[in-house]
Nanobody, 119 residues
Framework: QVQLVESGGGLVLSGGSLRLSCAAS????????MGWYRQAPGKERELVAA???????NLAESVKGRFTISRDNGKNTVYLQMNSLKPEDTAVYYC?????????????WGQGTQVTVSS
């Protein structure tokens, strides 16, 4: 089992910044991709950003140029730096971790952290 604990969410004004952290523990050896997903009320969960153990990143088009994902393998932690936040970024943000060959929905999920961007 893998446990994921997120932190760093909150309320911020439009144009502001937040940094989310996700610390992994448990059976983490071999974890390949870690990522952030978000779900707004009435919408499906969507990819925000993901990063492999080798540092290859994938960002949603809607956040490119504003968000950055990074990973500290020594601390088993993944970060999401969010700048120039917009009201449409408001959602619950979830951390995900998975082993090679796993699909996202079969991976491990954190409890979620609320991000609210006020205009």
């Amino acid at each position: 089992q893998v446990q994921l604990v997120e932190s760093g969410g909150g309320l911020v004004l439009s144009g502001g910044s937040l940094r989310l952290s996700c610390a992994a523990s448990g059976s983490i050896f071999g974890i390949s991709t870690m990522g952030w997903y978000r779900q707004a009320p009435g919408k499906e969960r969507e990819l925000v950003a993901a990063i492999t153990s080798g540092g290859v990143t994938n960002l949603a088009e809607s956040v490119k140029g504003r968000f950055t994902i990074s990973r500290d393998n020594g601390k088993n932690t993944v970060y999401l730096q969010m700048n120039s936040l917009k009201p449409e970024d408001t959602a619950v943000y979830y951390c995900n971790a998975r082993y090679p060959g796993m699909v996202v929905r079969s991976g491990y999920w954190g409890q979620g952290t609320q991000v609210t961007v006020s205009s």
